[in-house]
C-alpha cells in the first residue's frame, strides 16, 4: 500500500526530475518536522526541517506586519545557490535548494504546481 509520505516523495522526486536547477527538495510541517524529503544524503533533515519552518514563520511575520498580505514564498540566495520556501496551505511548507545559475521564475512556477499537488497530502 502507498502511504501518504510514499506520495509526497514521488511529487518532489517529480519536480527535481522536471525542474534540473533544484538540487533537492522536502515538505517540512510548521512545527518544523521533515513530512517528506529528497535530500542528497550530506544535507540533514533536521536541520532543513528546523530552518525551513523558523524562516516560514519569520516571512510570514514580516508579510503581516508590513502590510505584504499572505505569505508566498521566501527565498535566500548564497554564493552557491537558493534556498526557496513556498506555503503548502496553512500547516507546512515545500523547500527547495537551487543551483546560483536557477532561472527562477521556473523553478517557482514548478514549485507553485507541486505544493498545489502536495497540499492534497499534508
Known amino acids: 500500500m502507498v502511504t501518504r ?3 509526497m516523495v514521488r511529487h518532489l522526486k517529480a519536480l527535481q526530475m522536471n525542474t534540473p536547477d533544484i538540487e533537492a527538495s522536502a515538505v517540512v510541517s510548521v ?3 521533515i513530512m517528506a524529503s529528497a ?3 550530506d544535507v540533514e533533515e533536521d536541520r ?3 530552518m525551513s519552518a523558523a ?3 519569520l516571512g510570514e ?3 503581516g506586519e508590513l502590510g505584504r498580505g499572505t505569505l508566498d514564498q521566501v527565498f535566500v540566495r548564497g554564493e552557491q545557490g537558493y534556498v526557496l520556501l513556498m506555503a503548502i496551505g496553512q500547516d507546512a511548507v515545500l523547500t527547495a535548494l537551487a543551483h546560483s545559475r536557477a532561472k527562477l521564475g521556473m ?3 514548478d514549485m507553485k504546481r507541486t505544493a498545489t499537488e502536495l497540499a492534497r497530502f499534508v
Do not use: C, H, K
Open 107 to 109: 523553478v517557482f512556477l
Open 5 to 7: 509520505t510514499d506520495e
Open 61 to 63: 511575520r514580516i508579510s
Open 48 to 50: 532543513v526541517s528546523a
Open 55 to 57: 524562516m516560514l514563520s
Open 31 to 33: 512545527d518544523g518536522l
Open 39 to 41: 535530500l542528497p544524503t
